[in-house]
């Protein structure tokens, strides 16, 4: 079971940047996909970014060009999230994927945007 942290949510207003981290441990060497979820209060959960290992990101129109998802080596995920919006409020889970295994996921982290 592969075990992934996330760190750096928290509170910032309307224009501003955060940077995430998800860091995977166990079982990493197999690691295909990593991405990032969000999911506000009341609305469904919602992809907002993945990467392949050595491949192409793809990424919500809502976050296309704003948002940057990269990948250090084949256990760290960053997402680099610029202008931020208040409708950017959520908590963003990261998650990774290994064949033949069941997704795993972080226990999140908050991203709040004032107005």
């Known amino acids: 079971q592969v075990h992934l942290v996330e760190s750096g949510g928290g509170l910032v207003q309307a224009g501003g940047s955060l940077r995430l981290s998800c860091a995977a441990s166990g079982g990493t060497f197999s690691i295909n996909a990593m991405g990032w979820y969000r999911q506000a209060p009341g609305k469904q959960r919602e992809l907002v970014a993945d990467?392949?290992?050595?491949?192409?990101a793809n990424y919500a129109d809502s976050v296309r060009g704003r948002f940057t998802i990269s990948r250090e080596k084949v256990n760290t995920v960053y997402l680099q999230m610029n202008s931020l919006k208040p409708e950017d409020t959520a908590a963003y889970l990261c998650?990774?994927?290994?064949?033949?295994?069941?997704?795993?996921w972080g226990q999140g982290t908050q991203v709040t945007v004032s107005s």
């Open positions: 990467i392949s290992r050595g491949g192409p």
């Open positions: 998650y990774a994927d290994r064949p033949m295994s069941p997704r795993s």
